[in-house]
T-cell receptor
């Protein structure tokens, strides 16, 4: 039972490059989320999805795009990477609204932008 | 903007001692959750307490919620070295789509 799987685990990019982070969950959860975690701060919500084919903006959406073409997958894209996007990115899923149900997290993608 | 703020930022105790972490928040909430994060790993859900509950237990964990003071506490009894981790409180408003996490308390339990 894998839970939430994030790929890749580590990545180094140059400023201006693009990339896609993949999140996959095998729990048949409706809700999925992308967060970023920076030193000394809690998690900040980037985008979220309440079901297949839907996406919505979170607290810090600028510079990111997302897609949820399949229920089990939630992709996070960086169109033109900037050093300010150096962070650890976490994907999570929940069976119902995040506030009313526990979220299940992946182990993160550590991204460095040079 | 951060809703939950944990206190202290860091805590170091001996194995066997109790550890208490506090969380304060600013607006009305539907419920409050506590998560643990081991170094290099994702967050793991520990316990959820609803706004109409005052106390909840789970194994060695005890969580209290005081909505009049907008605060919560997490008590870990008889701590173990394996409890070394960061602990986060998270709050959700009535809408519930977005959970807001605090900056966390780093707990170090010395064997």
């Amino acid at each position: 039972n894998a839970g939430v799987t994030q790929t890749p685990k580590f990545r180094v990019l140059k400023t201006g490059q693009s990339m896609t982070l993949l999140c996959a969950q095998d729990m048949n959860h409706e809700y999925m989320y992308w967060y970023r975690q920076d030193p000394g701060m809690g998690l900040r919500l980037i985008h979220y999805s309440v079901g297949e084919g839907t996406t919505a903006k979170g607290e810090v959406p600028d510079g990111y795009n997302v897609s949820r073409l399949k229920k089990q997958n939630f992709l996070l894209g960086l169109e033109s990477a900037a050093p300010s996007q150096t962070s650890v990115y976490f994907c999570a899923s929940s069976d119902y609204r995040a506030g009313n149900q526990p979220q299940h997290f992946g182990d993160g993608t550590r991204l460095s932008i040079l | 903007s951060q809703q939950g703020e944990e206190d202290p930022q860091a805590l170091s105790i001996q194995e066997g001692e109790n550890a208490t972490m506090n969380c304060s928040y600013k607006t009305s909430i539907n419920n409050l959750q506590w998560y643990r994060q081991n170094s290099g790993r994702g967050l793991v859900h520990l316990i959820l307490i609803r706004s109409n509950e005052r106390e909840k237990h789970s194994g060695r964990l005890r969580v209290t919620l005081d909505t009049s003071k907008k605060s919560s506490s997490l008590l870990i009894t008889a701590s173990r070295a394996a409890d070394t981790a960061s602990y986060f409180c998270a709050t959700a408003n009535t809408g519930g789509f977005k959970t807001i996490f605090g900056a966390g308390t780093r707990l170090f339990v010395k064997a």
